[in-house]
């Protein structure tokens, strides 16, 4: 008989596409209309994210921690902080990426191989190419999102009118333009990501030529079907 976190599994990943869904939605509306509502609504959405595969196990502890974070997004609102923890969002989640990619690098399993074996088994890191150009692609995952975790950091920092620095009273010679500094933290940024995804699977397509490839749709619905391999590892490859 399949176990109650199982069979809760599939519809906590479905909730949680729909709340991902609209969460950009509320952080680009607080950035055009400038009111702390969409801010604390976007925030209020994110933590649920975060907390929903716990919140679905109906223990109380869960519960108790997702209306505490609640209750501090609230409290952000209040201190006009909300927006500040909004435009955060971006580099966080820059940085633990860079950080997952990177860390994999450190052992034998690198991230990208870990999602060909999810994907297409473990047979296919065996064949010519296949386990070096995983590796290699971890590493670009990995450059790429520190360095955006960089910019997106400079962005906030020097952005006019609700930098980060003009905020603290410190004025700096060189200042990003509000309009683009807000549209590259929360449009620019996953656009820039996605970009490079279908850049590099056509990348792939043409340097591993020599061997047949998944669509791009059967691939992304693998890859949404087998997250959790992806999280807890393999163990296929060889250091």
């Keep these: 008989m399949k176990s109650a976190a199982s069979i809760h599994a599939p519809a906590s990943r479905r909730h949680a ?3 991902l869904l609209v969460y950009p939605v509320f952080a680009i509306a607080g950035v055009v209309t400038h009111r702390p509502i969409f801010a604390l609504l976007a925030l209020a959405v994110l ?3 975060l907390m929903l595969p716990r919140l679905q196990s109906r223990r109380p502890l869960p ?15 209040r201190l006009e902080l909300a927006d500040l923890l909004l435009e955060a969002v971006p580099i966080l989640i820059n940085v633990a990426l860079a950080c997952w990619f990177g860390r994999s690098l450190i052992g034998g399993e690198p991230l990208v191989a870990r999602f060909v074996v999810a994907i297409e088994g473990a047979e296919r890191l065996r064949e010519p190419g296949v386990a070096g150009y995983a590796r290699q692609i971890t590493w670009f995952w990995t450059v790429l999102l ?18 980060l620095l003009l905020r603290l009273g410190v004025t700096s ?8 500094a807000s549209a590259w933290l ?4 996953y656009l820039l990501l996605g970009a490079a995804f279908l850049l ?5 397509r043409w340097r591993l030529r020599h061997l047949s490839h998944p669509g791009l749709h059967d691939m992304l619905l693998k890859l949404a079907l087998r997250w959790p391999q992806l999280l807890h590892g393999n163990g296929s490859v060889s250091p």
């Excluded at 520190?146 to 930098?163: E, I, P, W, Y």
């Design 17 to 19: 596409l729909w709340l």
């Design 47 to 49: 933590a649920s994210v």
């Design 63 to 77: 519960w108790l921690l997702w209306l505490l974070m609640l209750a501090g997004v609230w409290m952000a609102s």
């Design 146 to 163: 520190a360095a955006q975790a960089l910019l997106l950091s400079g962005l906030l920092l020097f952005a006019a009118h609700d930098g």
């Design 173 to 180: 010679p060189w200042l990003v333009p509000e309009r683009w």
């Design 186 to 189: 929360h449009v620019g940024c």
């Design 200 to 204: 590099e699977y056509a990348w792939r």
